[in-house]
């Protein structure tokens, strides 16, 4: 992880920028390395994926979250080592399994559950 991209994480954690202006920061660096190493100029820049997190319960939204998917992968260097251990023990590789969803084709849901008055849906956008 490049040490511009660390510094941006720690101004997420510090609450100086939000997590959709440390998407954008991380993009417009990511567009200026294709730049500088010589990719195409005109190339159209991706459309930034995000997990997205809805929680209801009576009706009414208790959360409703967005995450860009570079910037989940991004915290995933944060993770402790044992968690990573016991994900790996299930066979589930986090950073895989983001960048997996990040170049995915299409929304899709990834989890959407109904009890009671209960309602989570987790989906990429």
Same mark, same amino acid.
């Given at each position: 992880?490049?040490?511009?991209?660390?510094?941006?994480?720690?101004?997420?954690?510090?609450?100086?920028?939000?997590?959709?202006?440390?998407?954008?920061?991380?993009?417009?660096?990511?567009?200026?390395?294709?730049?500088?190493?010589? /990719?195409?100029?005109?190339?159209?820049?991706?459309? #930034?994926?995000? =997990?997205?997190? !809805?929680?209801?319960?009576? +009706?009414?939204? %208790?959360?409703?979250?967005?995450?860009?998917?570079?910037?989940?992968?991004?915290?995933?260097?944060?993770?402790?080592?044992?968690?990573?251990? /016991?994900?790996?023990?299930?066979?589930?590789?986090? #950073?895989?399994? =983001?960048?997996? !969803?990040?170049?995915?084709? +299409?929304?899709? %849901?990834?989890?959407?559950?109904?009890?009671?008055?209960?309602?989570?849906?987790?989906?990429?956008?």
């Amino acid at each position: 992880m490049t040490e511009e991209r660390l510094r941006i994480l720690e101004m997420v954690a510090e609450g100086k920028i939000s997590v959709e202006e440390a998407d954008q920061l991380m993009e417009t660096m990511e567009q200026s390395d294709n730049r500088y190493q010589g /990719k195409a100029q005109n190339t159209r820049p991706k459309k #930034s994926k995000a =997990l997205k997190i !809805l929680v209801q319960e009576g +009706g009414k939204e %208790k959360v409703n979250l967005s995450i860009p998917l570079s910037l989940a992968q991004a915290f995933t260097g944060f993770m402790p080592e044992n968690t990573k251990a /016991k994900l790996e023990d299930k066979n589930i590789n986090i #950073s895989e399994l =983001l960048e997996n !969803l990040e170049n995915g084709n +299409g929304d899709g %849901k990834l989890i959407d559950i109904d009890e009671g008055n209960e309602h989570v849906e987790i989906r990429i956008e």
